[in-house]
Protein backbone atom coordinates (compact mmCIF):
# COMPACT_ATOMS: atom_id res chain seq x y z
CA UNK A 1 0.00 0.00 0.00
CA UNK A 2 1.24 3.40 -0.79
CA UNK A 3 0.98 6.45 1.02
CA UNK A 4 0.89 8.64 -2.15
CA UNK A 5 -2.81 8.40 -3.35
CA UNK A 6 -2.03 9.39 -7.08
CA UNK A 7 -0.01 6.33 -7.58
CA UNK A 8 -2.70 3.93 -5.68
CA UNK A 9 -3.21 0.76 -7.64
CA UNK A 10 -6.73 0.18 -9.28
CA UNK A 11 -8.08 -3.35 -8.89
CA UNK A 12 -9.82 -4.52 -12.37
CA UNK A 13 -8.40 -2.60 -14.43
CA UNK A 14 -4.90 -2.54 -16.44
CA UNK A 15 -2.45 0.59 -16.53
CA UNK A 16 -2.13 0.11 -20.38
CA UNK A 17 -3.69 -1.97 -23.25
CA UNK A 18 -1.95 -5.38 -23.46
CA UNK A 19 -0.32 -5.67 -26.62
CA UNK A 20 -2.12 -6.81 -29.61
CA UNK A 21 -1.24 -9.97 -31.14
CA UNK A 22 -1.45 -11.03 -34.63
CA UNK A 23 -5.10 -12.45 -35.83
CA UNK A 24 -6.62 -10.50 -32.84
CA UNK A 25 -9.56 -8.07 -33.10
CA UNK A 26 -8.95 -4.46 -31.41
CA UNK A 27 -10.64 -4.25 -28.33
CA UNK A 28 -12.63 -1.16 -29.10
CA UNK A 29 -14.09 -4.05 -32.57
CA UNK A 30 -15.17 -6.50 -30.09
CA UNK A 31 -16.08 -4.85 -26.32
CA UNK A 32 -19.00 -3.12 -25.74
CA UNK A 33 -18.33 0.49 -24.22
CA UNK A 34 -16.43 1.22 -21.10
CA UNK A 35 -18.69 1.01 -18.20
CA UNK A 36 -17.22 2.45 -14.71
CA UNK A 37 -16.13 -1.54 -13.00
CA UNK A 38 -16.97 0.19 -9.28
CA UNK A 39 -20.61 0.35 -10.12
CA UNK A 40 -20.75 -3.21 -11.79
CA UNK A 41 -20.97 -6.35 -9.16
CA UNK A 42 -17.94 -8.62 -9.72
CA UNK A 43 -19.50 -11.22 -12.01
CA UNK A 44 -20.64 -9.05 -14.52
CA UNK A 45 -16.64 -7.62 -14.61
CA UNK A 46 -15.37 -10.90 -15.54
CA UNK A 47 -18.10 -12.01 -17.92
CA UNK A 48 -16.88 -11.72 -21.43
CA UNK A 49 -18.36 -9.94 -24.51
CA UNK A 50 -21.13 -11.32 -26.28
CA UNK A 51 -20.48 -11.52 -29.83
CA UNK A 52 -23.35 -11.43 -32.15
CA UNK A 53 -24.47 -14.13 -34.03
CA UNK A 54 -23.58 -14.71 -37.34
CA UNK A 55 -26.45 -14.81 -39.67
CA UNK A 56 -26.45 -18.36 -41.84
CA UNK A 57 -25.72 -18.21 -45.43
CA UNK A 58 -28.43 -17.95 -47.67
CA UNK A 59 -30.07 -21.14 -49.00
CA UNK A 60 -28.49 -22.65 -52.09
CA UNK A 61 -31.51 -22.26 -54.80
CA UNK A 62 -32.80 -25.76 -55.84
CA UNK A 63 -32.01 -26.29 -59.64
CA UNK A 64 -34.37 -26.38 -61.61
CA UNK A 65 -35.55 -29.05 -64.06
CA UNK A 66 -33.47 -29.10 -67.70
CA UNK A 67 -36.70 -29.57 -69.84
CA UNK A 68 -37.59 -26.17 -68.19
CA UNK A 69 -34.72 -23.92 -68.60
CA UNK A 70 -34.87 -21.55 -71.94
CA UNK A 71 -31.97 -20.39 -72.66
CA UNK A 72 -31.00 -16.67 -73.43
CA UNK A 73 -30.62 -17.17 -77.10
CA UNK A 74 -34.59 -19.00 -77.45
CA UNK A 75 -35.47 -15.33 -75.99
CA UNK A 76 -33.65 -13.29 -78.25
CA UNK A 77 -36.01 -11.25 -80.72
CA UNK A 78 -34.62 -12.22 -83.84
CA UNK A 79 -34.42 -16.05 -83.18
CA UNK A 80 -38.58 -15.76 -82.45
CA UNK A 81 -39.04 -13.37 -85.74
CA UNK A 82 -37.05 -15.79 -87.76
CA UNK A 83 -39.10 -19.01 -86.27
CA UNK A 84 -42.40 -17.04 -87.43
CA UNK A 85 -40.65 -16.39 -91.03
CA UNK A 86 -40.39 -19.89 -91.47
CA UNK A 87 -43.66 -21.00 -90.00
CA UNK A 88 -45.09 -18.36 -92.74
CA UNK A 89 -42.96 -19.84 -95.98
CA UNK A 90 -43.99 -23.21 -94.86
CA UNK A 91 -47.53 -22.76 -94.61
CA UNK A 92 -47.12 -20.82 -97.76
CA UNK A 93 -45.98 -23.60 -100.06
CA UNK A 94 -47.95 -26.32 -98.16
CA UNK A 95 -51.27 -24.24 -99.18
CA UNK A 96 -48.80 -23.22 -102.83
CA UNK A 97 -48.42 -27.63 -103.17
CA UNK A 98 -52.28 -27.83 -102.37
CA UNK A 99 -53.19 -24.93 -104.89
CA UNK A 100 -51.35 -26.15 -107.97
CA UNK A 101 -52.69 -29.99 -107.43
CA UNK A 102 -56.17 -28.94 -107.45
CA UNK A 103 -55.86 -26.53 -109.93
CA UNK A 104 -53.91 -29.15 -112.35
CA UNK A 105 -57.05 -31.60 -111.62
CA UNK A 106 -59.56 -28.93 -112.45
CA UNK A 107 -57.51 -27.55 -115.62
CA UNK A 108 -57.25 -31.38 -117.05
CA UNK A 109 -60.86 -32.87 -115.51
CA UNK A 110 -63.32 -32.86 -118.31
CA UNK A 111 -65.46 -29.99 -119.27
CA UNK A 112 -69.40 -29.02 -119.11
CA UNK A 113 -70.13 -29.45 -122.95
CA UNK A 114 -71.81 -32.53 -123.59
CA UNK A 115 -72.30 -31.81 -127.13
CA UNK A 116 -69.80 -30.45 -130.03
CA UNK A 117 -69.94 -26.39 -130.18
CA UNK A 118 -68.15 -23.67 -131.86
CA UNK A 119 -65.64 -21.23 -130.60
CA UNK A 120 -64.54 -17.79 -132.07
CA UNK A 121 -61.34 -16.47 -131.59
CA UNK A 122 -60.96 -12.77 -133.03
CA UNK A 123 -57.84 -11.57 -133.95
CA UNK A 124 -55.63 -9.71 -131.34
CA UNK A 125 -57.72 -11.26 -128.26
CA UNK A 126 -55.98 -11.41 -124.83
CA UNK A 127 -56.28 -14.23 -122.59
CA UNK A 128 -58.76 -13.28 -120.35
CA UNK A 129 -61.13 -12.26 -123.48
CA UNK A 130 -60.86 -15.35 -124.35
CA UNK A 131 -61.56 -16.93 -120.85
CA UNK A 132 -64.07 -14.84 -120.21
CA UNK A 133 -65.92 -15.96 -123.54
CA UNK A 134 -65.74 -19.50 -123.52
CA UNK A 135 -67.07 -19.32 -119.52
CA UNK A 136 -69.68 -17.02 -120.74
CA UNK A 137 -70.63 -19.38 -123.38
CA UNK A 138 -70.79 -22.74 -121.18
CA UNK A 139 -67.62 -24.33 -122.59
CA UNK A 140 -65.07 -23.89 -119.41
CA UNK A 141 -66.40 -23.38 -115.89
CA UNK A 142 -64.17 -21.13 -114.61
CA UNK A 143 -62.37 -18.52 -116.48
CA UNK A 144 -59.60 -17.61 -113.84
CA UNK A 145 -58.72 -21.09 -113.93
CA UNK A 146 -58.06 -21.01 -117.49
CA UNK A 147 -56.18 -18.32 -117.52
CA UNK A 148 -53.74 -19.38 -114.94
CA UNK A 149 -53.83 -22.83 -116.94
CA UNK A 150 -52.58 -21.33 -120.08
CA UNK A 151 -50.23 -19.02 -117.85
CA UNK A 152 -48.57 -22.43 -116.70
CA UNK A 153 -48.53 -24.54 -119.72
CA UNK A 154 -48.28 -22.35 -123.05
CA UNK A 155 -44.40 -22.05 -122.81
CA UNK A 156 -44.69 -18.82 -124.74
CA UNK A 157 -47.03 -20.17 -127.24
CA UNK A 158 -50.08 -17.82 -128.16
CA UNK A 159 -53.93 -18.77 -128.84
CA UNK A 160 -54.37 -18.49 -132.46
CA UNK A 161 -57.21 -16.76 -134.08
CA UNK A 162 -60.04 -18.29 -135.86
CA UNK A 163 -63.20 -20.69 -135.43
CA UNK A 164 -62.71 -24.18 -133.42
CA UNK A 165 -64.73 -27.08 -132.66
CA UNK A 166 -64.87 -27.59 -129.28
CA UNK A 167 -65.25 -31.10 -128.64
CA UNK A 168 -67.62 -32.84 -126.13
CA UNK A 169 -66.50 -32.83 -122.57
CA UNK A 170 -63.49 -30.96 -123.90
CA UNK A 171 -60.96 -30.20 -120.93
CA UNK A 172 -59.47 -26.84 -120.27
CA UNK A 173 -56.32 -28.30 -121.28
CA UNK A 174 -57.84 -29.33 -124.06
CA UNK A 175 -59.24 -26.60 -125.60
CA UNK A 176 -56.05 -24.57 -124.70
CA UNK A 177 -54.14 -26.80 -126.82
CA UNK A 178 -56.90 -27.04 -129.80
CA UNK A 179 -56.45 -22.64 -129.78
CA UNK A 180 -53.04 -23.06 -129.56
CA UNK A 181 -52.77 -25.15 -133.23
CA UNK A 182 -54.27 -23.15 -135.29
CA UNK A 183 -56.27 -25.58 -136.67
CA UNK A 184 -59.71 -24.04 -137.04
CA UNK A 185 -62.89 -24.87 -139.39
CA UNK A 186 -62.14 -23.89 -142.91
CA UNK A 187 -65.03 -22.37 -144.88
CA UNK A 188 -65.41 -22.80 -148.63
CA UNK A 189 -66.82 -20.54 -151.63
CA UNK A 190 -66.86 -22.12 -154.78
CA UNK A 191 -66.54 -20.15 -157.96
CA UNK A 192 -67.69 -22.61 -160.73
CA UNK A 193 -66.49 -22.18 -164.45
CA UNK A 194 -68.62 -19.77 -166.49
CA UNK A 195 -69.83 -17.24 -164.15
CA UNK A 196 -69.26 -13.43 -164.89
CA UNK A 197 -67.03 -11.69 -162.43
CA UNK A 198 -70.46 -9.47 -161.33
CA UNK A 199 -71.48 -13.02 -159.96
CA UNK A 200 -68.56 -14.33 -158.78
CA UNK A 201 -68.53 -11.50 -156.69
CA UNK A 202 -71.83 -11.71 -155.79
CA UNK A 203 -70.82 -15.25 -154.47
CA UNK A 204 -68.13 -13.12 -152.09
CA UNK A 205 -70.51 -10.49 -150.67
CA UNK A 206 -73.10 -12.81 -149.61
CA UNK A 207 -70.71 -15.81 -147.58
CA UNK A 208 -71.80 -15.52 -143.96
CA UNK A 209 -68.23 -16.50 -143.26
CA UNK A 210 -66.43 -13.47 -144.63
CA UNK A 211 -66.01 -9.96 -143.22
CA UNK A 212 -65.14 -6.64 -144.31
CA UNK A 213 -65.96 -4.36 -147.83
CA UNK A 214 -65.70 -5.76 -151.52
CA UNK A 215 -63.25 -3.97 -153.59
CA UNK A 216 -64.07 -0.83 -154.57
CA UNK A 217 -63.52 -1.87 -157.99
CA UNK A 218 -64.80 -4.24 -160.11
CA UNK A 219 -62.12 -6.46 -161.31
CA UNK A 220 -61.85 -7.32 -165.35
CA UNK A 221 -63.90 -9.54 -166.63
CA UNK A 222 -62.05 -12.74 -166.88
CA UNK A 223 -59.95 -12.19 -163.95
CA UNK A 224 -61.05 -14.50 -161.65
CA UNK A 225 -60.00 -18.23 -160.44
CA UNK A 226 -63.04 -20.67 -161.16
CA UNK A 227 -61.68 -22.85 -158.64
CA UNK A 228 -62.70 -22.94 -154.29
CA UNK A 229 -61.46 -20.72 -152.05
CA UNK A 230 -60.89 -21.89 -148.28
CA UNK A 231 -60.52 -19.83 -145.32
CA UNK A 232 -61.59 -19.26 -141.72
CA UNK A 233 -64.41 -17.08 -140.20
CA UNK A 234 -64.09 -13.61 -140.35
CA UNK A 235 -60.96 -13.78 -143.57
CA UNK A 236 -61.75 -10.22 -145.26
CA UNK A 237 -63.56 -9.96 -148.71
CA UNK A 238 -60.77 -8.16 -150.12
CA UNK A 239 -58.59 -10.73 -149.69
CA UNK A 240 -60.28 -13.68 -151.09
CA UNK A 241 -61.28 -11.35 -154.44
CA UNK A 242 -57.63 -10.10 -154.52
CA UNK A 243 -56.35 -14.36 -153.98
CA UNK A 244 -58.84 -15.53 -156.96
CA UNK A 245 -57.06 -12.37 -159.24
CA UNK A 246 -53.92 -13.99 -158.39
CA UNK A 247 -54.75 -17.19 -159.39
CA UNK A 248 -56.18 -16.64 -161.93
CA UNK A 249 -53.30 -14.73 -163.14
CA UNK A 250 -50.98 -17.35 -162.94
CA UNK A 251 -52.92 -20.15 -164.41
CA UNK A 252 -53.05 -17.93 -167.61
CA UNK A 253 -49.95 -17.22 -168.33
CA UNK A 254 -48.69 -20.66 -167.57
CA UNK A 255 -51.25 -22.49 -170.03
CA UNK A 256 -50.45 -19.76 -172.42
CA UNK A 257 -46.63 -20.36 -172.55
CA UNK A 258 -47.54 -23.70 -173.16
CA UNK A 259 -49.62 -22.59 -176.68
CA UNK A 260 -49.54 -24.28 -180.40
CA UNK A 261 -47.60 -21.92 -182.03
CA UNK A 262 -50.03 -21.48 -185.02
CA UNK A 263 -53.09 -19.62 -183.18
CA UNK A 264 -55.17 -17.14 -185.09
CA UNK A 265 -54.58 -15.26 -181.34
CA UNK A 266 -52.98 -12.05 -181.12
CA UNK A 267 -52.32 -11.56 -177.22
CA UNK A 268 -53.38 -13.16 -173.78
CA UNK A 269 -56.68 -10.96 -173.80
CA UNK A 270 -57.82 -12.86 -177.11
CA UNK A 271 -57.06 -15.86 -175.49
CA UNK A 272 -58.86 -16.02 -172.27
CA UNK A 273 -61.89 -14.33 -174.19
CA UNK A 274 -61.90 -17.33 -176.81
CA UNK A 275 -61.76 -19.49 -173.94
CA UNK A 276 -64.40 -17.69 -171.97
CA UNK A 277 -66.38 -18.43 -175.08
CA UNK A 278 -65.54 -22.27 -175.14
CA UNK A 279 -66.53 -22.28 -171.57
CA UNK A 280 -69.96 -20.88 -172.28
CA UNK A 281 -70.79 -22.84 -174.50
CA UNK A 282 -70.04 -26.76 -173.09
CA UNK A 283 -69.99 -28.05 -169.78
CA UNK A 284 -68.41 -31.40 -171.07
CA UNK A 285 -65.13 -31.42 -170.32
CA UNK A 286 -63.95 -33.82 -173.20
CA UNK A 287 -65.61 -31.50 -175.59
CA UNK A 288 -63.66 -28.68 -175.03
CA UNK A 289 -60.78 -29.03 -176.98
CA UNK A 290 -63.23 -30.14 -180.09
CA UNK A 291 -65.85 -27.00 -179.76
CA UNK A 292 -62.41 -24.90 -179.54
CA UNK A 293 -61.04 -26.40 -183.06
CA UNK A 294 -64.30 -25.48 -184.58
CA UNK A 295 -63.34 -21.21 -183.08
CA UNK A 296 -59.87 -21.70 -184.27
CA UNK A 297 -61.33 -23.27 -187.67
CA UNK A 298 -63.75 -20.25 -187.97
CA UNK A 299 -61.50 -17.56 -186.98
CA UNK A 300 -58.62 -18.85 -189.65
CA UNK A 301 -61.13 -18.58 -192.22
CA UNK A 302 -62.15 -15.30 -191.35
CA UNK A 303 -65.89 -16.16 -190.51
CA UNK A 304 -67.93 -14.81 -187.74
CA UNK A 305 -67.94 -17.31 -184.66
CA UNK A 306 -71.73 -17.08 -183.93
CA UNK A 307 -71.70 -18.07 -180.79
CA UNK A 308 -75.38 -17.61 -178.26
CA UNK A 309 -73.37 -16.74 -175.20
CA UNK A 310 -72.03 -13.84 -176.53
CA UNK A 311 -75.32 -12.32 -177.53
CA UNK A 312 -76.16 -13.02 -174.28
CA UNK A 313 -73.43 -11.14 -172.84
CA UNK A 314 -74.01 -8.05 -174.89
CA UNK A 315 -77.46 -7.88 -174.22
CA UNK A 316 -77.24 -8.39 -169.92
CA UNK A 317 -73.51 -7.80 -169.84
CA UNK A 318 -71.95 -9.53 -166.14
CA UNK A 319 -75.56 -10.19 -164.74
CA UNK A 320 -76.66 -12.76 -166.85
CA UNK A 321 -79.83 -13.42 -168.34
CA UNK A 322 -82.69 -13.73 -166.55
CA UNK A 323 -83.72 -17.27 -166.22
CA UNK A 324 -87.65 -16.86 -167.77
CA UNK A 325 -86.25 -14.55 -170.23
CA UNK A 326 -85.89 -16.48 -173.61
CA UNK A 327 -83.46 -15.52 -176.85
CA UNK A 328 -85.54 -14.10 -179.59
CA UNK A 329 -84.45 -13.99 -183.20
CA UNK A 330 -84.65 -10.31 -183.23
CA UNK A 331 -81.91 -10.87 -180.36
CA UNK A 332 -79.54 -12.50 -183.01
CA UNK A 333 -79.28 -9.52 -185.09
CA UNK A 334 -78.91 -6.48 -182.17
CA UNK A 335 -75.22 -5.06 -182.77
CA UNK A 336 -73.69 -4.92 -179.90
CA UNK A 337 -69.44 -5.17 -179.24
CA UNK A 338 -69.83 -8.82 -177.99
CA UNK A 339 -72.41 -10.19 -180.67
CA UNK A 340 -70.52 -12.29 -182.95
CA UNK A 341 -73.50 -13.02 -185.10
CA UNK A 342 -73.04 -9.76 -186.39
CA UNK A 343 -69.75 -8.87 -185.20
CA UNK A 344 -66.42 -10.95 -186.89
CA UNK A 345 -63.49 -11.91 -184.82
CA UNK A 346 -63.34 -11.92 -181.24
CA UNK A 347 -65.46 -9.96 -178.94
CA UNK A 348 -63.28 -6.67 -177.08
CA UNK A 349 -62.94 -8.72 -174.33
CA UNK A 350 -63.82 -12.43 -172.07
CA UNK A 351 -67.66 -12.90 -171.36
CA UNK A 352 -66.92 -15.06 -168.04
CA UNK A 353 -64.70 -16.53 -166.11
CA UNK A 354 -62.48 -19.51 -168.01
CA UNK A 355 -61.41 -22.65 -165.91
CA UNK A 356 -58.48 -24.83 -166.70
CA UNK A 357 -60.20 -27.28 -169.34
CA UNK A 358 -61.23 -24.47 -171.38
CA UNK A 359 -57.89 -22.32 -171.37
CA UNK A 360 -55.59 -25.75 -171.92
CA UNK A 361 -58.47 -26.38 -174.99
CA UNK A 362 -58.06 -22.91 -176.39
CA UNK A 363 -54.06 -23.84 -176.25
CA UNK A 364 -54.00 -26.76 -177.67
CA UNK A 365 -56.91 -27.70 -179.83
CA UNK A 366 -57.27 -31.09 -181.55
CA UNK A 367 -56.69 -30.93 -185.23
CA UNK A 368 -60.46 -30.95 -186.49
CA UNK A 369 -61.82 -29.71 -189.93
CA UNK A 370 -65.22 -28.97 -188.23
CA UNK A 371 -66.69 -25.48 -188.52
CA UNK A 372 -70.44 -26.14 -187.11
CA UNK A 373 -71.74 -27.93 -183.82
CA UNK A 374 -75.08 -27.84 -182.26
CA UNK A 375 -76.96 -29.28 -179.10
CA UNK A 376 -77.37 -33.14 -179.38
CA UNK A 377 -80.50 -32.91 -176.89
CA UNK A 378 -78.69 -34.99 -174.44
CA UNK A 379 -76.51 -32.35 -172.79
CA UNK A 380 -73.35 -32.98 -175.61
CA UNK A 381 -73.18 -31.47 -179.09
CA UNK A 382 -72.74 -32.97 -182.84
CA UNK A 383 -69.90 -31.86 -185.26
CA UNK A 384 -70.08 -30.59 -188.67
CA UNK A 385 -68.04 -30.12 -191.48
CA UNK A 386 -70.24 -28.50 -194.11
CA UNK A 387 -73.50 -26.61 -193.35
CA UNK A 388 -75.45 -29.14 -194.84
CA UNK A 389 -74.36 -31.29 -192.65
CA UNK A 390 -74.86 -28.70 -189.75
CA UNK A 391 -78.23 -28.16 -190.94
CA UNK A 392 -79.39 -31.65 -190.60
CA UNK A 393 -77.99 -31.91 -187.32
CA UNK A 394 -79.67 -28.65 -186.28
CA UNK A 395 -83.25 -30.44 -187.49
CA UNK A 396 -82.98 -33.43 -185.65
CA UNK A 397 -82.29 -31.35 -182.64
CA UNK A 398 -85.54 -28.90 -183.38
CA UNK A 399 -87.06 -32.41 -184.12
CA UNK A 400 -86.19 -33.99 -180.96
CA UNK A 401 -87.10 -30.45 -178.47
CA UNK A 402 -90.90 -31.43 -180.07
CA UNK A 403 -91.13 -34.39 -179.26
CA UNK A 404 -89.69 -33.68 -175.67
CA UNK A 405 -92.28 -30.88 -175.22
CA UNK A 406 -95.29 -33.20 -176.33
CA UNK A 407 -94.14 -35.88 -173.85
CA UNK A 408 -94.13 -33.48 -171.61
CA UNK A 409 -97.49 -31.71 -172.45
CA UNK A 410 -99.12 -35.73 -172.26
CA UNK A 411 -97.95 -36.49 -168.96
CA UNK A 412 -98.89 -33.11 -167.71
CA UNK A 413 -95.43 -31.66 -166.67
Known amino acids: MSDTEGTAPTFGRRSEAPPATEGTAPPEAVLPPAQDVSDAPPAAQERPPVQPAAAPPPAAAAPRPASRRRSRTSRNQIVVFMNFVISIVVAMVLAAGIAVIYGKRAFEAPGPVAESRTFLVRPNSGVGSIASQLEQQGIISDSLMFQAGVRAYARGETLKAGEYEIPPNASMHQIMSLLQSGKSIMHSLTIPEGLTVQQALRRVAEHEALSGD ?20 GFPRKEVVATMQAQQQALVEEIWATRAPDLPIADINEFVTLASIVEKETGIASERPHVASVFVNRLRKKMRLQSDPTIIYGLFGGAGKPADRPIYQSDIEKETPYNTYVIRGLPPGPIANPGRAALEAVANPIDTDDLYFVADGTGGHVFARTLDEHNRNVARYRALLRQQAEEGAGTGQ
Do not use: I, N, V, Y
Not at 214 to 233: I, K, V
Open 214 to 233: MPEAMPPEGSLAADTQRFTR
